[in-house]
Each structure stands twice: as C-alpha cells, then as structure tokens.
C-alpha cells in the first residue's frame, strides 16, 4: 500500500477546496461575532444585571475562559475524529449557549451561556486551521491564513457599529436571539459541506501516516519539546492578550468615557482595530510567503503595536483621530496572528496540526481572558482617580506584555521557506 502523503497529492480542484474553507469561514466569523458582542451593549446589560465593571470584565472573558479550556481536546479531536464531526457538533452546541444567554435574567446563567459558547466555540478555528492544511500547498498557508483572517473579522467588525446601530434600534435580546438561531443553520451546513480531505471519506486521519494509535500525551511533548515552540506560543499570547481585550471588550468602553460619545460611534472607532488586522492579514501574509521570511516581520509588527499602545499612553488630550491612528495602527500589527499560525504550524509535527494551532490558541485566550479580566480590576482599584488616569494605568500593563514579546522573538527560529532552502543547501553542500 502506498504511504502517499498529502504534500504528494494533486492539488485538488479549487472550487472544492474553498468550498469546505469557506463554510468554516462562516462558521468562524459568527463565533468572533459572539465573541465582541458583550462590547457594544454593556450599558444595556449593566443595567439588566446590575453589573460592576469587574463584574462585566467576567462575563466577557468567561467566554475566553471556556475557549482556552476547551483547545486541546477540540484540537486532539480535530486530529484524529477529523474537523467536519467535531465542528458541527460543536456549533450546534456553541447556538444553543448563545440562546441561554439572550433569553436569561440570572447572571449566572449568563455566565454559564457564555462558558458554554466558548467551550464550543473552540473547535471552529482549529478545525479551519486543519483543513487548510490538508486542503492547501504549505507555501500558501500564510496567504490563504491572511484570506481567511480578512473574512473572518468581518464577524468582529459586525460586533462593533453595526451591532450597536441595531441595538439603538431593537432590544438586545431579540438580536442576539436572532444571533443564535442563525448559528443552528450554520452547524448544519458544516455537516452538509465540509469534508476532512480532499480524496476520501468524510472521517478518519487526512493521511496513512496519522493512522498511528493516538496517544495525547506523546503529542503534546513532541509539540512542546519543538524547538522555538516555547518562545512562539510566548511571543503570541503576548500580542494577542491586549489586543483582544481592547477590540472585543474596553476599546468601546475607552472612548465612550474619555470622550463622551454614544455606543455607535465608539463601535465605529474600535472597528478601526479589526479592520486594521483585515488588511494587514493578506498583506502580511503574501509578503512572508513571497519572501520566505516570518521573523523579521514578525519584529516589525510588535514595534508598530508597541507605537500604537504608547500613542494612547503618551498624551493626556489625545485628539480622536490619533485614537482612530492608534487604533488601526494596533489592528494592523496584530495581523502578525496569521504568521505566529504559519510558524507554530511549521514548528510542530504535520500529524498534529491542530493540537498545534489547539495549544497556541490555548496560550493566546488564557491571555487574552486575563488581560480582560485584568483592565477591569485595575479600573475598579484606581477608582479614586479620573476616568483617562484609570485607563492610563490599566493600558499600561498591555504595553508592557507587547514590549515583553519582542524580547522573546530573539529566542524564535525562522521557519519560512527561505530558510528551510537554506539549511537544505548547506546540508547538501
């Protein structure tokens, strides 16, 4: 029997290919849609829960809480149970988490709807990740991963002004209600139209090789013990924290209350962060495949997020179109998610693609969960000083963790396929 892999297949048709990522896209974007939702309505929900800001700063990352928790298992599942199975079951549960929380008036439950969405929600971006793997060459995984990161955004773009034009207009129960049942239809059409590879049935491993008996903690310890992994999932979660907790949370919340301005147009400016990392993920990402480099730019963007933090920092009466320039200045180096997805990739055993993308994720949200958590505390504990003072010193702590990342990146190999030609070469030589 042959042991052909998947780098030795022909490529299969286009329209298949992205078909199944396209489906996958969908499913991604709604779950970022979940995600940022809280942002934009948390006056309205304050109100209806009688919530302090420490209280609110829960409520948002238990949803990150859960997502952390639930990667590994989601990625060991992908792995070997394939991502079309566990997607879709996992959808079907993240919509019925999403119709607990839109129709609850106890916290808890509330809580309990969010911890629900997350852990379900886990599955999704590995399960995309994966099968971008198996259904694209390795030297268009950083573009394709720039494509997708442009559309899947769209869902936390919809969770800044046009969710709260809609909000303005209707209750935010009925939305987010509506938001739920439209993610049951999504899980169905994952069933309908994803498929685990390119040449086969709808389950099983996507080569003869991962057909081994799984055995996760051997996984993981080949995973943790690749060189450079350490520093990768260091440097990512870093980046990440501050960013997800300023676009999907207390970006909103920043300028409303520095600058008097309503839930739409403050929804409005912190799409400025996610339309920056739209942009930047196809540019970043065709750039690094063209050029064969991941490192460097990976330096670059960090210095440019650094910027964008001290812009805010730096200046008590920030004028609002330097917030909107620190803003997309922030997004666009966050764009670097798609090259830290690209690296750990190539870092980590092909077999185990999404336990590796399941573990950098897992480092990124107990980031991102903390940081959140962490903005609100500090804001309730420096309550005695005005409203820019509160915020000054709680985005001081996330300048720190992205000046911190790039110290870290002196410690990550370069993995792009410039390199991988060169070590080739003067191993041949």
């Known amino acids: 029997m042959s042991m052909q892999k998947i780098s030795d297949r022909p490529s299969p048709a286009p329209l298949s290919r992205w078909s199944v990522i396209g489906v996958l896209t969908l499913a991604h974007a709604v779950g970022m849609l979940q995600r940022s939702s809280l942002s934009v309505v948390r006056v309205e929900l ?73 852990l379900a929600g886990a599955a999704i971006f590995v399960s995309l990740m994966k099968a971008q793997s198996v259904w694209f060459h390795p030297n268009e995984f950083a573009t394709v991963s720039g494509i997708v990161a442009l559309f899947t955004n769209l869902g936390a773009l919809t969770a800044q002004y046009p969710l709260a034009f809609l909000v303005s207009l209707v209750h935010w129960r009925v939305i987010f209600s509506g938001i739920a049942l439209f993610s049951l239809l999504v899980a169905w059409n994952i069933w309908k139209y994803v498929r685990d590879r390119p040449d086969g049935p709808s389950f099983g491993p996507a080569s003869i090789d991962e057909k081994e008996k799984p055995h996760l903690p051997r996984e993981l310890r080949q995973i943790l013990k690749a060189p450079g992994m350490p520093a990768a999932l260091a440097a990512y979660c870093l980046t990440q924290g501050p960013y997800m907790a300023l676009s999907a949370v207390w970006g909103v919340s920043y300028v409303m209350e520095i600058y008097g301005k309503d839930a739409v147009f403050a929804s409005l400016l912190t799409g400025c962060l996610i339309l920056g990392m739209m942009g930047g993920g196809i540019l970043i990402g065709c750039l690094s495949d063209r050029w064969g480099r991941r490192r460097p730019l990976l330096a670059m963007t960090s210095l440019l997020h650094l910027a964008g933090w001290l812009v805010l920092l730096g200046v008590d009466n920030l004028p609002i179109w330097a917030v909107f320039a620190s803003f997309l200045g922030i997004g666009l180096a966050n764009s670097s998610a798609v090259l830290y997805w690209t690296v750990m990739k190539e870092l980590g055993p092909p077999k185990s693609t999404g336990l590796v993308i399941a573990i950098g994720n897992t480092a990124s949200f107990l980031s991102s969960a903390l940081c959140t958590y962490a903005i609100g505390v500090l804001l309730d504990f420096f309550g005695n000083l005005g409203v820019l003072a509160r915020y000054q010193r709680a985005f001081w702590m996330c300048a720190a963790l992205v000046a911190l990342s790039l110290l870290v990146l002196f410690f990550l190999p370069e993995t792009g396929a410039g390199a991988r030609r060169n070590r080739t070469g003067k191993a041949s030589a």
């Open 46 to 118: 304050s109100a209806d829960f009688m919530l302090s800001a420490t209280q609110f700063g829960l409520a948002a990352s238990m949803y990150f809480y859960a997502y952390t928790i639930g990667q590994i298992p989601m990625g060991y599942s992908v792995d070997h149970a394939g991502p079309r199975l566990t997607s879709s079951v996992a959808f079907l549960f993240v919509g019925l988490g999403a119709i607990v929380s839109s129709l609850t008036h106890d916290l808890t439950l509330l809580y309990v709807g969010r911890f629900v969405m997350g």
